[in-house]
């Protein structure tokens, strides 16, 4: 069917009626859980530092799962995704206020990255990468992660929103170009950041397919958290003229692959591990292989990759958003609990210990974050109103 013969859809915006006490709730909580982190920080420093960067890694990876599927979807030129992609945009532009939620973990640098408190002039392992592992380098890196993804994130959803005020498709042209060049510099950030972040909790440990690792959880848990979105935005009337009953089909292809992807790239990186058999890399699954971390690890490889995978094998169970809109949700959870299991037994070696920080971290990032995208929400419209593909997007068929 020619795109002249397709209906195009009516811009819509979203009304703050719909949000009713939620916007307060989530300000009060997280301005509660704020105080409380402070608090609770002062009194055990370590306990906070591990929290934080917890639920503030947890975040990132959604955040930057966002802006990857926007440029994705730039870098291939889709037309299904057009119905959906002014919520990833407005999820990745999160990024700056995320930046300045971790501003808290310079305090604390030291209790998190251990190498920072040796000096290599006394620690001959660590003199031998002290090129790439000393603290103004590492200051730096970080800096140019955040710039180059706020960047990005900012520069797609701006050119996007002036598409919708003149329809010029100019600036189509010029996201394209944008996510051509985010595609390489942005993944090899990535990885960099992942190495340095959650490689670095252990800096003696080594893994050379950690940041696809990353990657992998990342995408799937901002592909979960717009399923999300999407059921709750249709549930109270929106987005009717450009998301389908097709549309679950797609997503629910999608979740199947990126979990499969994700479970390969675990098991990949576990069965190189575990067959080298070299203390430098094995010492990350020794860790979590003894005492009650093997059952957070037995639960992850059930619940992320076994439970899903039954569940989207067939596809009639696919059509209902319903169905998806659960599967997400579980799988959003067994994705947080995967950063858990990343970073927590660092500061717990001797087996799983809760911490009431763990909880209020998250309380107050995730608060703070979705109050922000709640603002947002009704900025602008809820899909990009004049993009060339919208009329194909609101007329896909799997």
């Not at 945009?89 to 995320?98: A, D, G, M, T, Y």
């Not at 670095?200 to 799937?220: D, E, H, P, R």
């Not at 067994?334 to 087996?351: A, I, S």
Request: glycine residues 8%.
């Amino acid at each position: 069917m020619s795109a002249e013969h397709k209906s195009l859809p009516v811009p819509e915006t979203f009304d703050y009626k719909h949000v009713g006490g939620r916007f307060v709730g989530l300000c009060v909580t997280a301005l509660i859980a704020l105080i409380l982190s402070l608090i609770l920080g002062l009194k055990n420093p370590q306990q906070f530092a591990f929290s934080w960067f917890f639920a503030g890694f947890f975040f990132f990876t959604i955040l930057i799962g966002s802006l990857f599927w926007v440029v994705v979807h730039h870098a291939v030129d889709a037309a299904w995704s057009v119905g959906i992609r002014r919520q990833l945009e407005n999820i990745s532009c999160l990024l700056p206020l995320l930046t300045l939620l971790l501003v808290p973990l310079l305090f604390v640098a030291s209790d998190l990255w251990t190498w920072m408190a040796l000096s290599p002039t006394t620690n001959h392992e660590l003199a031998e990468k002290s090129a790439y592992l000393n603290v103004n380098f590492f200051w730096i890196r970080t800096i140019f992660y955040f710039l180059l993804f706020g960047i990005g994130a900012f520069l797609l959803r701006r050119n996007s929103l002036a598409q919708d005020k003149d329809g010029a498709a100019v600036h189509t042209i010029r996201n394209r170009r944008v996510a051509y060049f985010l595609v390489p510099v942005g993944a090899v950030s990535l990885t960099f950041c992942s190495i340095d972040w959650m490689m670095g909790l252990n800096w003696k440990w080594n893994s050379t397919i950690w940041g696809l690792y990353i990657f992998a959880g990342s995408v799937l848990g901002a592909l979960c958290v717009i399923i999300l979105l999407s059921n709750a935005l249709r549930n109270a009337g929106y987005l009717k003229g450009v998301l389908n009953g097709q549309h679950n089909f797609a997503f629910g292809k999608l979740l199947l692959a990126f979990t499969l992807f994700w479970s390969w790239i675990a098991y990949v990186q576990y069965m190189l591990i575990w067959y080298a058999n070299i203390p430098e890399e094995s010492i990350y699954y020794v860790l979590r292989s003894s005492s009650s971390w093997k059952v957070l690890g037995i639960i992850l490889v059930v619940g992320h990759f076994l439970v899903p995978f039954v569940l989207l094998l067939f596809r009639g169970p696919k059509a209902s958003a319903g169905f998806l809109g659960l599967v997400a949700g579980w799988m959003l959870a067994m994705h947080l609990l995967d950063v858990y299991t990343m970073v927590l037994p660092v500061l717990h070696p001797e087996g799983f210990h809760p911490a009431v920080m763990d909880v209020v971290a998250l309380l107050a990032i995730g608060c703070t974050l979705s109050a922000f995208y709640l603002k947002m929400l009704g900025d602008s419209p809820l899909w990009p109103s004049r993009d060339p593909r919208l009329a194909e997007a609101a007329n896909y068929i799997d």
